[in-house]
Every structure is written in C-alpha cells, then in structure tokens.
C-alpha cells in the first residue's frame, strides 16, 4: 500500500514513519513517498527515517521527491501536512496581528485567518490533482486551520477527505486518566464544535457519564492541563471541558498580552528552532535521529507556554508530551484500508449532525470509520454559548474560503472583520493590508 506524505520534509513526519514502523499487520503500508518543495528538508527527514529504521525488518521503503504529480500517482492514501510560507510566514501571521492588538495564532482569530486565505488555493489544487491522478485515495489533511483546509478540499473530494487533529483525543485521555479510567480506549468521548473550538460534555464508561464526578471535585479538576488554564470555577460555569485552544477565547485579552511581552512569538521560536535543526543535518556525521529527538522534546515542552504562564499553570505534565496525532492517522488509514471498524474524532462534512450548520460544513465530532470512511455520531445540541462561537466562526471560514476562490480583497476584510477576536473594520482593513505586504501567496487579493 502507498502512502503519499505532503510536506514530507516536515519535522512531524518522523512521529508518523515511526508509528508505521509498528504495524505488522497485514494491509500495511509498504511504500512511503515524502514530497516537499525544499529538497534539503527532505535530505533531512529521510535520514532521520532511515535510522529509526535501522534493524526493523520489512520497514516501508522511503522515496523523496520535489515532483507533486508523480508523489500523488496511484497513492492509497494521502497525508496533507503542508505550510504555505513555512514558519517564516507563522512568524509573519502573529507579528502582524499583534501589532494591530489582536491573537496571531496560526488557527485562531487573525493569524489563522492569514494562514488560511495562502492555504486554500494550494490545497484546492492538491485536492484537483489527486481526482486526476489517484481517484481511489482517501485524503487525510493534518494541515491547519484543519477544518477549513479540510471544508475546502471537501469541495472536490467529497467524503474522501478527512481531517485529523490530536487536541480532542489529548483532551479525552487527560480526563480518563484523572477520572482512573484504567483503559481511556473504553471511553466515550461526547465532543463536539469546530477544529480548536470544541467541548467534551461527557464521558461515558460502561454507559455512566463520568464527568459530573470530575465536575463536583474541585481537587480533581484543578489537577490536570484544562483545569489548570481555565480554572476551576470556570469550567464548572460551563459545566463541560473546553479544547485548549477556547483559551484564546475566554481569556483573549491576557492571551495577546503574554504574546505581545513574549520575547518571541511561538513561530518565530519554532522557525529559528528547526533552522537549527536542518542546518545541523547539513553535516554528514550528525545523528540525525538523535537531533531531531532533542529539537522533539524542547518543542513539546514549550507548546502554549504563555497561556500557562497567563494562567499560573505551571509546566506540561510528562503524560502529555508523547504527542498523539501520528496515532490518530494510522488508526483512521487502518480502518479505512482494514474495515477495522472504531470511532475517533475526526473533521468530517456535518451533514445533519448539528442543525445549526448546513450539511456542507465540516465540524469536528465523533465518527464510526469502517471501510466506507468516517460516519458523524448524531450529538445533542450545542449549548447556546457554544452555538454563537460555532455559528460565528464558521461564518468567518466562509468568508475565507469565498475570497480565496474570488480573489476578492473586500471579502478577506469581511473575514478578518468578522471574527470574534478582531473588533474593528479598520483593524480588519489594516490587517489585510499588512498580509499582502509582507506575503507574496496572497498576491492574488485584488
């Protein structure tokens, strides 16, 4: 089986090659093609690759390759992970949002609407390309904003465009873990909202919902990752666990302040972090393997160290550093590929699972994957709080994906100036004039 890997010189791809490494089942991958525009990333990664490699017997056989076309030819399954403007253009994103006083975040508010408007036309035209070279492939986007990305390649995939995020199942197994659910895999997740904009209201084992217990225990919630960002009294107000990205939301204005004092932005970290790294593999007597493990960990380690720091919370656990969305795409192609049929919560097209959304949208639920792809799980009704951030959001994706497709620079001001976190025109304005000064990909906003 061929897997394609988009953005294959990309510093995650080890995480994925590794995780493939153990699966020796039949109907596994066998032959992996990594595509990237930089070749010396890909130099890179495939070192790195061979040497996690080493001595594991059958290991799928690795090709790199600059050439979209022939890495997308007959693929089974293809891994989207690109990043139009590299880290370089992460960077850019936050500097020109907080400048204007607004979140650059890659996904939220402002900076992910930046990221969004370079990345859609390329993953429009990734989307085209597979139709015509590989119609049989099951796309598999990890490329942010997720859901957008993964809305808009919908458009010409179908259903066979599936987007994956680790944030819900990281969430999910914090909650099993302090609950003493000795198994998380036994529990029910009931999740539901967008990519980064999503609740956990429940979690059930053997048919009891767990989390009014947690809820009712001010010692247990306080004592892991979401407890400590949000506080206690907050999520019982809710009455349900937030994703970790809702922190940019209920606490924007402490958020863009801690980013604002940061010595430096989270993308201006990881650029100049894995400069490091590449440059280092430039020597042909480094241990590629051993690099990329130590640049691994101090990028888990630091993963939204500012609003923990905002929240006074303290360090990551150590449980949650082993990262976790490799997993979540091999268990997704598994069951797809298998008919090893499981549920995991996935960006898939809503159909009629939330009323308040059209079928089209693409939401973040849980999904029954058999064969035929991934099956929303019917779920109740947003709360209303939750319903006006969903409804207002999606609103924005839309606005990003009409004016990627148009070209129109008023509807990308519309977007900006639609999104909860930004609270001007003017600002808006100002905001896309910034982008397109310092952005050659959107070049194309007329």
Known sequence: MKLTILGGGGFRVPLVYGALLGDRAEGRVTQVVLHDLDAG????VTRVLAERAAGVPDAPEVTATTDLDEALRGADFVFSAIRVGGLEGRANDERVALAEGVLGQETVGAGGIAYGLRTVPVAVDIARRVVRLAPDAWVINFTNPAGLVTEAMSRHLGDRVIGICDSPVGLGRRIARVLGVKNPAE???DYVGLNHLGWV?????????ELPRLLADPGLLGSFEEGKLFGVDWLRSLGAIPNEYLHYYYFNREAVRAYQE???TRGAFLRDQQARFYAEMRNPDASALKAWDATRAEREATYMAENRETAGAGGRDADDLSGGYEKVALALMRAIARDERTTLILNVRNRSTLSVLDSEAVIEVPCLVDANGAHPVAVDPLPDHATGLVCAVKAVEREVLAAAD???RTTA???FALHPLVDSVNVAR???DGYTAVH???SYLK
């Open 187 to 189: 529990a029910w997740i």
């Open 406 to 408: 148009s070209g129109s």
């Open 413 to 415: 001001v519309k977007a």
């Open 430 to 432: 100002r905001l896309v």
């Open 201 to 209: 209201r429940g979690l059930r084992v053997a048919g009891r919902d």
């Open 440 to 442: 050659p990909g959107l």
């Open 41 to 44: 990333r890909l130099s890179a």
């Open 262 to 264: 940061a010595e430096q």
